[in-house]
């Protein structure tokens, strides 16, 4: 005897092209779409005896979109319901090394991380969110102890987002002695991915960083996704050796750069050059459009067939006090700093906080088809455009097809 099934019907859904459909969801998988004129009664009425379990919502015309995908955070570092910690500028610009040391005083008087990580992760899925990639840190000034803490918040929210973790030297990997040694265990202990950040200008040896990053991800089928905040022709070679490196070990699909500021300030020609080459090693490009430094170009990456996809990065910590948690603020974000006003180019911002951010992310079954998994938002807007420039607060978050936040607040955990 076929296993017993929990089956909704959601009536009356408004999909990206307008067209109104009957999302059935079947064991937390989308299991049809119908246009609602077609819908018979016997489908509403769900007359199938392995079924146990049916319910019926009617959306009524609201917008359904794919669950918003958080492609780069930072869980372990956020201050996000913890007290204000005011900014501490840098006295000579812009420094990672400095922020660094900042960040390090900010922790030591910080709330347990735990908590905060717990606070940042309902903040997101409350938004929308429900798959991550999370950067963490490991290296010779805090060992294991970030990840280990953040290993153990995300088999206590398995059941309501997917999380990528990266293991992140924030301290370098070169310049922190047994650095390369705990990144390897991070691996083992169950990161996803390893990260890596600016060889160049913190570690100063472009060579040595990248043979530890890519070395460990040849040795554990792991991903890479690193760190890249230099500018101009350094930020541009930078880049051109992990594509490079990318190309070399058959790595296309699994290597991110982020941030990549060096994209953002160098010459048309160059950039397109550029563009191309990303193209062609499969390397992904995220960014956040940060307020005060270039960014990537995200429209003429895309139309050279870079995968772009974009994350909050830090939310309220020692870098900037800035961040809401959603995904949809942000592609508003991307937007106006990236002067998109038409819809087609309202519509590639989202794409980078949806589906662009599957797939940077590997994430198999996602989006709005039979088969895929039920993570969706529900939005008060008839379109993607408008959503993006509205920002709608009034929405509903789906988990496998059972709502688990609405309007911003978790229902459940």
Not at 107 to 135: F, V, Y
Not at 222 to 243: M, W
């Amino acid at each position: 005897m076929a296993p017993l099934k929990e089956q909704t019907i959601f009536l009356n859904a408004r999909l990206a092209d307008g067209s109104l459909v009957d999302l059935t969801v079947t064991d937390g998988r989308f299991s049809a779409i119908m246009p609602v004129q077609k819908a018979s009664s016997a489908d509403l009425a769900g007359i199938d005896l392995g079924i146990v379990d049916l319910a019926i919502v009617d959306l009524g015309g609201q917008l359904v979109v794919p669950a918003f995908v958080e492609g780069h955070i930072h869980l372990d570092t956020s201050f996000y319901g913890d007290a204000w910690r005011p900014h501490i500028p840098c006295t000579n610009g812009f420094d990672v090394r400095e922020r660094v040391a900042f960040q390090t005083r900010n922790l030591a008087a910080a709330a347990p991380m735990a908590e905060r990580a717990k606070n940042q992760l309902e903040l997101c899925i409350g938004h929308g969110s429900l798959a991550m990639r999370s950067h963490v840190m490991v290296d010779g000034s805090v060992g294991l102890t970030h990840l280990e803490t953040i290993l153990t918040v995300r088999e206590q929210y398995r059941d309501l987002i997917d999380i990528q973790l990266v293991a992140f030297p924030q301290s370098g990997i070169l310049a922190s002695p047994g650095t390369p040694e705990l990144l390897e265990e991070a691996l083992k202990l169950g990161c996803d991915l390893i990260g890596g950040l600016d060889p160049a200008s913190f570690d100063r040896d472009v060579k040595g960083h990248l043979d530890v990053v890519f070395g460990l991800a040849q040795k554990h089928g792991a991903g890479v996704d690193i760190h890249l905040h230099d500018g101009g022709t350094s930020g541009l070679f930078q880049v051109e050796e992990i594509a490079a490196r990318t190309r070399a070990l058959g790595m296309q699909g699994n290597v991110a750069v982020s941030h990549a500021y060096g994209l953002g300030d160098i010459p048309t020609d160059a950039l397109l050059k550029a563009g191309e080459m990303l193209a062609a090693c499969g390397v992904a490009i995220m960014t956040n459009a940060p307020g005060n430094h270039a960014f990537p170009p995200v429209a003429a990456l895309r139309e050279a067939g870079v995968t772009v996809f974009s994350g909050s990065d830090n939310i309220r910590d020692s870098w900037w006090p800035y961040g809401d948690g959603d995904m949809l603020s942000r592609a508003n974000m991307i937007g106006y700093r990236s002067g998109f006003y038409e819809d087609h180019e309202l519509a590639a911002a989202f794409d980078m906080v949806t589906h662009a951010g599957a797939k940077a992310l590997g994430l198999a079954g996602y989006g709005l088809a039979v088969g895929a998994s039920a993570d969706f938002v529900t939005l008060s807007a008839q379109h993607v455009p408008e959503a993006v420039v509205a920002v709608p607060k009034a929405r509903t978050v789906y988990r496998r097809g059972r709502a688990v936040a609405k309007d911003g607040k978790m229902l459940t955990h």
